[in-house]
């Protein structure tokens, strides 16, 4: 055999030498992509509301330790409820009773129609959604963010204590959809929720 097939061959396995280790690479790359090392991923998977919306917190609301979250969505929507700071969380047996009926209206009875949301009723942040009791006590909600009421969670009728076990989640107590000048100023007077977790000392 010549000296030039011999050369030839050589650098042929060389190519393929290479080749081959770049596709084991390559394979490699796409599996670290397709399935993270275990060690770093997170020992709690983010939930929806996490990943979805950003968390604020409405502190001292109207009264001391009245404590309110928004969630704000992507889309401008915000959802409503209790902090777990809230005062009617300390009470002796938690939350027992939800009344929509606060105002001059039954928040619970309001039907919203549409794309364009018709029959919203435009509430000031300070207008009360509803009235939770508690054993000794009872506390008024309030819209934390100047918008339009889309909706109130009325499974709280009938299971108030879904405020005592997932009020991050089923037991949210309303959604608003307030204009984005609104959400602005409402934006500023909120905090964020790494600055919750120092003022109020919770996980």
């Given at each position: 055999?010549?000296?030039?097939?011999?050369?030839?061959?050589?650098?042929?396995?060389?190519?393929?030498?290479?080749?081959?280790?770049?596709?084991?690479?390559?394979?490699?790359?796409?599996?670290?992509?397709?399935?993270?090392?275990?060690?770093?991923?997170?020992?709690?998977?983010?939930?929806?509301?996490?990943?979805?919306?950003?968390?604020?917190?409405?502190?001292d609301?109207m009264k001391?330790?009245?404590?309110?979250?928004?969630?704000?969505?992507?889309?401008?929507?915000?959802?409503?409820?209790l902090?777990?700071?809230?005062?009617?969380?300390?009470?002796?047996?938690?939350?027992?009773?939800v009344?929509f009926?606060?105002?001059?209206?039954?928040?619970?009875?309001?039907?919203v129609?549409?794309?364009?949301?018709?029959?919203?009723?435009h509430?000031?942040?300070?207008t009360?959604?509803?009235k939770i009791?508690?054993?000794?006590?009872?506390?008024?909600?309030r819209?934390?963010?100047?918008?339009?009421?889309l909706?109130?969670n009325?499974?709280?009728?009938?299971q108030?204590?879904?405020?005592?076990?997932?009020?991050?989640?089923?037991?949210?107590i309303?959604?608003?959809?307030?204009?984005p000048a609104?959400?602005?100023k409402?934006?500023?007077?909120?905090?964020?929720?790494?600055?919750y977790?120092?003022l109020?000392?919770?996980n």
């Amino acid at each position: 055999m010549s000296t030039i097939n011999k050369d030839h061959i050589v650098d042929e396995s060389n190519r393929s030498e290479t080749k081959l280790v770049e596709e084991e690479e390559e394979e490699e790359d796409l599996q670290k992509l397709l399935v993270p090392d275990v060690q770093n991923l997170p020992l709690i998977p983010p939930s929806a509301v996490e990943t979805n919306f950003a968390t604020y917190f409405a502190l001292d609301f109207m009264k001391p330790a009245h404590d309110q979250y928004v969630y704000r969505h992507a889309n401008g929507l915000c959802v409503i409820g209790l902090a777990p700071s809230h005062v009617a969380f300390k009470d002796e047996g938690g939350i027992t009773a939800v009344d929509f009926n606060v105002g001059k209206s039954d928040r619970s009875g309001m039907k919203v129609t549409g794309k364009r949301k018709k029959n919203a009723q435009h509430f000031e942040s300070n207008t009360a959604l509803c009235k939770i009791s508690t054993k000794n006590d009872s506390y008024i909600v309030r819209c934390c963010v100047k918008g339009s009421l889309l909706e109130v969670n009325q499974q709280l009728i009938k299971q108030p204590e879904l405020l005592n076990v997932s009020a991050y989640r089923e037991g949210y107590i309303a959604i608003i959809m307030p204009k984005p000048a609104d959400w602005l100023k409402v934006k500023a007077s909120l905090v964020s929720l790494q600055e919750y977790k120092k003022l109020r000392e919770v996980n």
